[in-house]
């Protein structure tokens, strides 16, 4: 016989995608991060990493699970980014994360003698924005390094120094998520002499019997040896 009339139909889209986890950044230096997730679908057409609904990182292929975010600013909060995986049938998220890239390592530093117990360290912060925390250490034999200040000055006075000893010094940034850079170079430099003892005064004899004299001064000096 003769075909019947021809009926047709269109199928379904497919199933959304499983939304992706554990989305989180990870710094990689001071000017990229690493976004990486778990690929939870079997049926997509590719990735995305999203902020709101702008498309950062552009169309990804199938089965990516991180991608990597370049040309960004030393110790600077990016996101909320989440990743975002797609098909013929729509796109499901993940969980949003944000993350601060590296702080850039200081760099610079100069040790420089201020007195004979007195020595002026500074830095330059190498294009970080201001509030990174740098932390300087220092040391009197170049090994053996210790704690001397945290703060977000670039510039830090140590006193209470001995006169003519070698004083080393070292600095690092720390970012906004508590993650420290390598330190600098080392700078060192010897404190000065000890200022000349001031002149006492008032010097006098005061016979004490036919056979001696008691000589006085006051005593005006702070640092005499004797």
């Known amino acids: 016989t003769a075909f019947s009339a021809i009926s047709s139909t269109v199928t379904l889209p497919p199933d959304l995608p499983a939304a992706p986890?554990?989305?989180?950044?990870?710094?990689?230096?001071?000017?990229?991060?690493?976004?990486?997730w778990t690929d939870n679908a079997y049926n997509e057409v590719g990735y995305r990493v999203m902020s709101g609904t702008t498309n950062f990182s552009g169309d990804l292929a199938p089965g990516t699970s991180n991608w990597l975010q370049m040309g960004?600013?030393?110790?600077?909060?990016?996101?909320?980014l989440h990743a975002q995986v797609f098909n013929a049938g729509g796109a499901s998220n993940s969980s949003v994360s944000s993350r601060y890239t590296l702080a850039a390592a200081p760099s610079s530093l100069i040790a420089t003698t201020a007195s004979s117990t007195t020595i002026t360290v500074s830095w330059s912060g190498n294009g970080n924005p201001g509030g990174t925390l740098y932390e300087?250490?220092?040391s009197t034999n170049s090994l053996a390094f210790a704690w001397l200040s945290s703060g977000t000055a670039t510039s830090f006075t140590d006193g209470g120094?001995?006169?003519l000893t070698?004083?080393?010094y070292q600095v690092r940034a720390i970012n906004d998520d508590g993650l420290a850079t390598t330190f600098s170079a080392i700078s060192s430099t010897v404190t000065l002499p000890p200022d000349v003892p001031i002149a006492p005064t008032g010097f006098a004899g005061a016979a004490q019997s036919?056979?001696?004299?008691?000589?006085?001064?006051?005593?005006?000096a702070s640092n005499e040896n004797g």
């Open 210 to 220: 036919a056979g001696s004299i008691l000589w006085s001064w006051t005593d005006n």
């Open 166 to 168: 070698t004083h080393y």
């Open 72 to 80: 960004l600013s030393s110790n600077t909060l990016y996101g909320p």
């Open 136 to 138: 300087l250490q220092g």
């Open 21 to 36: 986890t554990g989305f989180a950044g990870a710094a990689q230096n001071a000017d990229s991060i690493l976004w990486s």
């Open 161 to 163: 120094l001995s006169p």
